[in-house]
């Protein structure tokens, strides 16, 4: 990244505020200070228990949605492509809506079934497009976004009941208010994958950002190269996809 003035400013601004908030509150983190067994019942609880784990989730989920952005804004060309550009969320929310609501499963089966849910979004979007090029890829996803768009309108219209569906919404909007070590331990190793593709696949990725012609004349097929990069957005927008995870439902 370039250094520019508003990149210097915001870094400024950004340690300032930083600054400030570090003037709250002091004595709530005296629990650190105080981990000899001094600490009374409800402060080491809240730290650890609560406090870090979201603190934690929160950060990694972020940095989950930033990678998998940053992958799909090389590939197209385009700074505003997102990381559900292909569907993949969309993907996972309809999976574990549909696991959740007729089967009540467990935390650990709607994490896979979630990242099923992503894959098979993407398998479906590239086999649409396939061999057409990153334009036709990005008309394939947007459709594809719209129709799981409507099956997670209509599984949420045959709730049984308004509580049930104000549930479901609450959910769909995510928290993290049921936060456990437990939720970063099964989820890390997800995450890898999707990394260790990514990883594999850098060159092309930096060959991708010069445009398509440019890689075919380098000696790279762009549309075959397409599949490895992508196939690593799905374990990432698994990270996100926690978010509605993470709500009352699933605990």
């Known amino acids: 990244m370039k250094i520019t003035p508003f990149n210097t400013a915001l870094l400024l601004l950004l340690l300032a505020t930083m600054s400030l908030a570090s003037w709250y509150d002091l004595h709530q983190f005296s629990a650190l200070k105080n981990a000899e067994g001094v600490l009374t019942d409800m402060r ?33 060309q385009n700074p505003l492509a997102s990381p559900g550009l292909l569907g993949s969320a969309n993907g996972a929310t309809t999976a574990s809506v549909f696991m959740l609501y007729y089967f009540s499963v467990p935390f650990s089966l709607l994490l896979i079934a979630g990242v099923l849910g992503t894959l098979f979004s993407f398998l479906l979007v590239y086999w649409i497009a396939r061999n057409r090029g990153a334009t036709m890829m990005i008309l394939s996803g947007v459709a594809i976004n719209m129709l799981l768009g409507s099956a997670i309108a209509l599984l949420l219209s045959n709730a049984e009941s308004p509580w049930a569906l104000a549930e479901l919404y609450r959910w769909l909007q995510g928290s993290l208010a049921w936060a456990k070590l437990d939720t970063l ?22 060959v991708l950002t010069f445009g398509e012609e440019t890689a075919a004349t380098m000696g790279m097929d762009p549309k075959r190269s397409f599949l490895s990069p992508l196939s690593a957005s799905p374990y990432w927008l698994a990270q996100p996809f926690r978010k509605p995870v993470l709500s009352d439902l699933s605990v």
Do not use: E, K
């Open 44 to 76: 080491p609880l809240v730290l650890w228990d609560i406090r870090l784990p979201r603190i934690l989730l929160a950060v990694f989920t972020g940095a989950s949605l930033a990678i998998a952005g940053n992958a799909m804004q090389g590939i197209f």
């Open 185 to 206: 331990f099964i989820s890390f190793p997800i995450a890898l994958v999707g990394l260790f593709c990514l990883y594999q696949q850098r060159r092309y990725l930096d």
